[in-house]
């Protein structure tokens, strides 16, 4: 099946250029200007912006364990909805990512619905309890692409070191959460100003810092790679900096969420602004955003952890961690940093696609000749308000409704088929 996207103005890794794209049997078979649609099936892109598929390498699917939350199915539809082509699963789902036989079950289940491609993140340590190491090997033939104990740090410093050895001998990186559960001691929100007048208990930067500047150690000891997950701190962003600065193979991620909100916004006490790290304070944000200018952070991820509603509608100290955010990453940052001036396109889309695939070993992320055919659509001038009842993700809990923003997506395709079209939603 040919098919070709005409007239659009395509991101391409370093510039913006007004050309058509056809695609070949699943792949880009050519770019260029005024390529010739016979034989092909034409989507006319005039006026519109045909970016990378976005790859969003944290991501929590919930399933297995937590359908109520979230499933394949739902999470898939509410990527290919925000013009993500791959996602990223992280493995803190019921029973936990841990072994091959969940690995298979995730991989096949992801192609039954067969909207994005599903990538299983696996465990670094049994159930995630830090103490031992999961079947690695087995879950590297079974095809995970990364290691993480996400939601947890794995505490024993020497366990971790085995981890990113072992992981190494099978040419996976470990993502690492990092959060010092000594330290936390019942926090729930940024330790500042706001926690105290909000009477809620305040986790330090220093239960995000000490454990980035661990693992860089383990890192910098072992000559081995490391990322550093949803980066929130200022400090944190300066130990990464001076680490790249040293030679340390150290790649970082950072959310939306860290960029464009501080923590004034707990002061109504929506649970739907609670998550881990905690989003910081006004320093905190602006060094967020000059760690992506000057590639101290690497990626732009969402860390989309949805909720049940009943998970989030108690009170502030008992709520569930986590935003939903998969549906509006692409027009908040877009927003945010390239209509601010901060970034520009091409710039913005290596965040949120070639660098991901590059720090995981991932086919895509640029528009190429011979590339996947995994492309979305978007309408850079159009302005919505973000309405969390109207996503396709189970999980509704997002601290951005209400906001105006800019970047509709449009179309998504993955493989050079159409997975999402707002017309016909």
Avoid: W
């Avoid at 391409?12 to 200007?33: F, M, N, P, Q, S």
């Avoid at 609670?274 to 952070?297: C, F, H, N, W, Y």
């Amino acid at each position: 099946m040919k098919r070709i996207l005409k007239g659009g103005d395509v991101v391409l890794r370093d510039k913006v250029i007004t050309a058509d794209v056809l695609i070949e049997d699943g792949r880009i078979a050519a770019v260029g200007g005024k390529l010739s649609p016979e034989g092909c099936e034409v989507t006319d892109c005039t006026g519109k912006t045909i970016i990378p598929g976005i790859i969003d390498m944290h991501v929590h699917l919930r399933e297995p364990g937590f359908e109520g939350k979230e499933d394949i199915a739902s999470g898939s539809l509410a990527a290919v909805a925000g013009g993500v082509t791959q996602v990223c699963c992280m493995p803190n789902t019921n029973p936990v990512c841990d072994n091959a036989v969940v690995v298979n079950y995730i991989i096949n289940r992801a192609r039954e619905v067969n909207l994005c491609k599903v990538r299983p993140i696996g465990a670094i340590t049994r159930g995630e309890e830090g103490e031992s190491l999961a079947d690695i090997g087995k879950m590297a033939k079974a095809g995970v692409v990364a290691l993480s104990d996400d939601g947890r740090s794995v505490m024993n410093s020497n366990i971790m070191r085995l981890g990113m050895e072992y992981a190494s001998d099978f040419g996976l990186k470990c993502l690492c959460h990092c959060e010092d559960k000594t330290l936390v001691d019942g926090g729930v929100v940024n330790e500042g100003y706001n926690s105290t007048l909000c009477g809620l208990k305040g986790q330090p930067r220093a239960v995000e810092d000490i454990m980035i500047a661990r693992d860089i150690c383990l890192a910098r000891s072992l000559d081995l790679p490391v990322h550093i997950c949803h980066v929130s701190t200022y400090s944190g962003v300066d130990i990464i900096r001076a680490a790249k600065a040293d030679g340390v193979k150290v790649t970082a991620e950072t959310c939306p969420h860290y960029f464009i909100l501080t923590d004034d916004i707990i002061t109504d006490f929506n649970t739907n602004t609670k998550v881990s790290p905690p989003v910081r304070e006004e320093r905190d944000r602006q060094a967020i955003i000059e760690g992506l200018k000057d590639g101290t952070l690497d990626c732009i991820v969402t860390d989309h952890a949805p909720h049940s509603k009943k998970d989030k509608e108690v009170e502030y100290n008992l709520a569930a961690f986590g935003m939903s955010g998969i549906e509006t990453s692409f027009a908040l940052s877009y927003t945010y940093l390239v209509r601010s001036g901060a970034l520009t396109l091409p710039e913005l889309m290596c965040k949120m696609s070639l660098a991901p695939a590059s720090v995981l070993g991932l086919e895509g992320g640029e528009i190429k000749v011979g590339a996947p055919a995994d492309l979305a659509v978007v309408d850079l001038e159009e302005k919505y308000v973000i309405d969390g009842e109207k996503f396709f993700s189970k999980g509704k809990n997002t601290p951005f409704n209400g906001y105006e923003v800019y970047g509709r997506v449009c179309m998504t395709f993955v493989d050079g088929d159409i997975k999402f079209d707002n017309k016909k939603v």
